[in-house]
């Protein structure tokens, strides 16, 4: 079974930053494109950025542009997502999600397989 581990998530105040890290077990990573999601309660899961398999391709949500950042590094057979400026409205469950695709990604849900179990990131003074 193909794994995704989510990492980095925590409290952090209002203007600050995180990094979290999406680690994968039992599949190499270069084959498959990644997208972080995230969902606070009561709403939606949000599509915020996706990276393609190689690293040639990513889109961002207008609501974390000039903000967040998504890389990823093969060789570690991981992919990050770098937060900038954080505010209270980013705090929700993040999630990174896989699928086998090439040179594009998606910020659909529905266009990934396998998913991550979640890290918390609370925006909070």
């Known amino acids: 079974q193909l794994q995704l581990v989510e990492s980095g998530g925590g409290l952090v105040q209002p203007g600050g930053s995180l990094r979290l890290s999406c680690a994968a077990s039992?599949?190499?990573?270069?084959?498959?494109?990644i997208g972080w999601f995230r969902q606070a309660p009561g709403k939606e899961r949000e599509g915020l950025l996706c990276i393609s398999h190689n690293g040639g391709m990513t889109n961002y949500a207008d609501s974390v542009k000039g903000r967040f950042t998504i890389s990823r590094d093969n060789a570690k057979n991981t992919v990050y997502l770098q937060m900038n400026s954080l505010k209270p409205e980013d705090t929700a469950v993040y999630y990174c999600?896989?699928?086998?695709?090439?040179?594009?990604?998606?910020?659909?849900?529905?266009?990934?397989?396998?998913w991550g179990q979640g890290t918390q990131v609370t925006v909070s003074s």
């Open positions: 999600a896989a699928r086998q695709l090439f040179n594009i990604c998606s910020l659909s849900e529905n266009r990934y397989d396998y």
């Open positions: 039992r599949f190499i990573l270069d084959y498959y494109a």
